[in-house]
């Protein structure tokens, strides 16, 4: 189970990525069908902080559900490589074609909660997400293209602008972390 070894080795920032480090471990070891929506309290997601060359921008969707600016990404649904996982969600969200890892490694570590909602004419209940974050470059000349049953907006945004376009409060802190930890590259 080389994803689970990929979190155990990651190496976190905070006390806050070393608790849902913790707290993440437990729930995988705990739970079989942690990498899918059948465990309908928490299960894998993978996201993406999709970059510029210059380092300066990041591309992200407006998330119909969430109401907000946030970044790409999806859930597991069964598929071990987080990574792809995360490569191809930017890429169905934002109709760029290639999105490619700035490193191979997790960059952040996050359990995020999620409110009950309605998808596709379902009520979802209220659940969390274990989710692991993963930095990729993508050409900010290339078309983008709105995916209308996820979001009704992409763009690129400033680095230093990504907290404030964001609507929800704890997103705002994971994306605080995550450029800080930019910053230091």
């Known amino acids: 189970m080389s994803w689970v070894n990929d979190i155990e080795r990651y190496n976190p920032y ?4 070393k608790k849902d480090k913790e707290m993440m471990l437990y729930y995988i070891n705990a739970f079989e069908n942690v990498l899918t929506r059948e465990n309908e309290i928490a ?6 902080f999709v970059l510029n060359k210059e380092r300066d921008k990041v591309l992200m969707i407006y998330h119909n559900i969430y109401d907000s600016w946030g970044w790409t990404g999806g859930h597991s649904d ?16 934002t109709g760029i074609r290639i999105a ?3 490193t191979t490694e997790i960059f952040s570590i996050d359990i995020l909660p999620v ?4 998808k596709n004419g379902n009520y979802v209940s209220a659940h969390l997400h274990l989710s692991v974050t993963f930095l990729l470059e993508a050409d900010e000349e290339e078309e983008l293209v709105i995916k209308e049953d996820e979001n009704s907006g992409v763009k690129w945004i400033p680095l230093d602008e990504v907290v404030d376009a964001s609507n929800e409060p ?13 910053k230091l590259l």
């Open 170 to 182: 704890h997103m705002k802190k994971v994306y605080s972390k995550i450029i800080s930890k930019i």
């Open 43 to 48: 299960h894998m997601t993978s996201s993406a």
């Open 100 to 102: 490619n890892p700035i």
């Open 78 to 93: 069964g598929e071990k490589d987080l990574l792809a996982v995360a490569i191809r969600e930017a890429r169905e969200e």
């Open 115 to 118: 409110v009950g909602h309605v």
């Open 14 to 17: 905070n006390e806050q990525e």
